[in-house]
Structures are given as structure tokens and as C-alpha cells.
């Protein structure tokens, strides 16, 4: 069955500082895959997705994430994070037929430090 | 453009008393449909997902309940709540067909007292 780990629960950063979230999933064929980011008391908000092509993906808000097949791994990155980067990210991975389904992992909390 | 909108916003009811949220998705048709909720600090658990009219699949055997009387529009409900069922409720729908994202509404905070 598909499932994604996201073994950091909590990150913080200085602004201006790098970023690099991981991902690891598991799924017997090539997946889908998605970053979402959720600000608090608000839905979700598609960041990127990789459905096949090149393996380094660009999203929104200068986010980009690299899928390695190798590692089985989908980590997202941000060479310098705003304060207003601050939120809960999820990492996905479609699942059942046509991928009808998304199974998330637990989410990463990240913080700011000014 | 497509939207989705969900109502209401929040909403705190006793325990033993119904529920009903509901879900409508704008621009666009034969959407696939979902709900989540989202305990406190938790990720995303999938309820209930459809794939058009009337036809609804249970992913967690529970108090909940959901339907889907028109294409665009998606009910959860319940006939007694729990304390258990307080949480963050959100709707996604998606474009049917191979391995599209997922769009989600802006989420229900219900209280369950």
C-alpha cells in the first residue's frame, strides 16, 4: 500500500536561511506527487506536483522539490525562506485507481526565526 | 475558474446533536469529491470520496455519513455527534481522470462541546 513519511514534525529556520523538507514514500510504480502547504484555520494550497518528466519540479513562492527514485524521496526545497513561509507542509503521494486518491504524511510545522 | 466553497466556517454543537456541512465546487463538471478531517496538529485523514452522484465510498467506519444528491455539491453529516468527531473538516475536489491534484475548500472548525 502507498504511504509517505515525513520524519520531521517541527523545523525552524532563520529567515533568509535555506530550506529543505523531506519526504520519503512508498509506491510500487512511478507516483504522483505533491507538496501542499497549509496556513493555520485554512485549507490547503497545491505548492508543486511531479507526475513524470523532469525530475527537479518548480512550484509557487520559489519552492522547488526533487524526486529521486533511487531514494524514494520527494524532498521540497527554498534557497531563502520569508517569514510569511511559516505553515504546515505536506507531502502526498496519489494512490487507487488513476490516482483518484492522495494519501498525505503527517505534515512538517515550520517556523521563522526573525 | 473553479471554486469551492464550504459552510459553515465553524460551528460548535453538543454532543448527541446532528450534523450536516456541506460543500459546493463552482466551474466545472463531474468533479471528484472528497472530505477530510484534520484532528488538532495532525495530518490529513480521507473520509469519504466520490466519484459522482450518489455513489460514495467510506475509507474509516465511523459516525459519519456523507451524500451526494447533485454534481457539484457533497454533504457530511451526522445523526449524533461524538466528542471524538471535533476537528478541522475539509472538502477537495479534483477534475476526473489519470492523476490530477486535488483543490481544497477553505474548511469547516467544528467544536464538538
Known amino acids: 500500500a502507498q504511504s509517505v513519511t515525513q520524519p520531521d514534525i517541527h523545523i525552524t529556520v532563520s529567515e533568509g536561511a535555506s530550506l529543505e523538507l523531506r519526504c520519503n514514500y512508498s509506491?510500487?510504480?512511478?507516483?504522483?506527487l505533491f507538496w501542499y502547504v497549509q496556513s493555520p484555520g485554512q485549507g490547503l494550497q497545491l505548492l508543486l506536483k511531479?507526475?513524470?518528466?523532469?525530475?527537479l519540479v518548480q512550484g509557487i513562492k520559489g519552492f522547488e522539490a526533487e524526486f529521486k527514485r533511487s531514494q524514494s524521496s520527494f524532498n521540497l526545497r527554498k534557497p531563502s525562506v520569508h517569514w510569511s513561509d511559516a505553515a504546515e507542509y505536506f507531502c502526498?503521494?496519489?494512490?487507487?485507481?488513476?490516482?483518484?486518491?492522495?494519501?498525505f504524511g503527517s505534515g512538517t510545522r515550520l517556523s521563522i526565526r526573525p | 475558474s473553479q471554486t469551492i466553497h464550504q459552510w459553515p466556517a465553524t460551528l460548535v454543537q453538543p454532543v448527541g446533536s446532528p450534523l450536516s456541512l456541506e460543500c459546493t465546487v463552482e466551474?466545472?463538471?463531474?468533479?471528484?469529491l472528497y472530505w477530510y478531517r484534520q484532528a488538532a496538529g495532525r495530518g490529513l485523514q480521507l473520509l469519504f470520496y466520490?466519484?459522482?452522484?450518489?455513489?460514495i465510498s467510506s475509507e474509516v467506519p465511523q459516525n459519519l455519513s456523507a451524500s451526494r444528491p447533485q454534481d457539484r455539491q457533497f454533504i457530511l453529516s451526522s445523526k449524533k455527534l461524538l466528542l471524538s468527531d471535533s476537528g478541522f473538516y475539509l472538502c477537495?475536489?479534483?477534475?476526473?481522470?489519470?492523476?490530477?491534484?486535488?483543490?481544497f475548500g477553505p474548511g469547516t472548525r467544528l467544536t464538538v462541546t
Open positions: 509506491y510500487g510504480a512511478t507516483p504522483y
Open positions: 477537495a475536489w479534483r477534475p476526473p481522470g489519470e492523476g490530477y491534484e486535488q483543490y
Open positions: 466551474g466545472t463538471s463531474n468533479p471528484n
Open positions: 466520490s466519484v459522482g452522484i450518489g455513489q
Open positions: 511531479y507526475f513524470s518528466g523532469d525530475t
Open positions: 502526498a503521494v496519489g494512490a487507487g485507481s488513476s490516482a483518484s486518491k492522495i494519501i
